[in-house]
Nanobody, 124 residues
Framework: HVQLVESGGGSVQSGGSLRLSCVAS????????MAWFRQGLGNKREGVAI???????TYANSVKGRFTISKDNAKNTLYLEMNTLKPEDTAMYYC???????????????????WGQGTQVTVS
C-alpha cells in the first residue's frame, strides 16, 4: 500500500506562484508514473502533469510553460512548481501514482492507482 500526502496549497493573487509537494511512503515498487491532477468545483478531475520513472514530464496544454513537475527520489517527494497562476487554476490538487505511464493518463484518472487527500489552490 502507498500513502501520498500533499502540501503547499494556499491562496494567491493572479500572476503569483506556488509550489506543491507530495511525499510518498509505503511499498511503491512498480509504480512508474507520478502525476498531478486537479478538480475544480463542479468539474471532473483533470490531469495537470505526469512524470515517468526516467524523469520525463508531460503536461496538459492548459499549464504548459507555466507549471513544472519534478521529483526527488532520495526524498520520495513529487513537486509541482506553478507560476503565472490564473483564476482558472483554482482547484483541489491531487497527487497520484500509477503503474503505467503515458500522456493518456492525463485524460483518464482511472489509470491512477493511489491518490493523496488533496491540497486546495485558490487564485483570485
Amino acid at each position: 500500500h502507498v500513502q501520498l500526502v500533499e502540501s503547499g496549497g494556499g491562496s494567491v493573487q493572479s500572476g503569483g506562484s506556488l509550489r506543491l509537494s507530495c511525499v510518498a511512503s509505503g511499498y511503491y515498487e512498480g509504480l512508474h508514473c507520478m502525476a498531478w491532477f486537479r478538480q475544480g468545483l463542479g468539474n471532473k478531475r483533470e490531469g495537470v502533469a505526469i512524470i515517468d520513472s526516467d524523469g520525463i514530464p508531460t503536461y496538459a496544454n492548459s499549464v504548459k510553460g507555466r507549471f513544472t513537475i519534478s521529483k526527488d527520489n532520495a526524498k520520495n517527494t513529487l513537486y509541482l512548481e506553478m507560476n503565472t497562476l490564473k483564476p482558472e487554476d483554482t482547484a483541489m490538487y491531487y497527487c497520484g501514482a500509477a503503474y503505467v505511464c503515458g500522456s493518456g493518463i492525463l485524460r483518464n484518472p482511472d489509470f491512477v492507482r493511489y491518490w493523496g487527500q488533496g491540497t486546495q489552490v485558490t487564485v483570485s
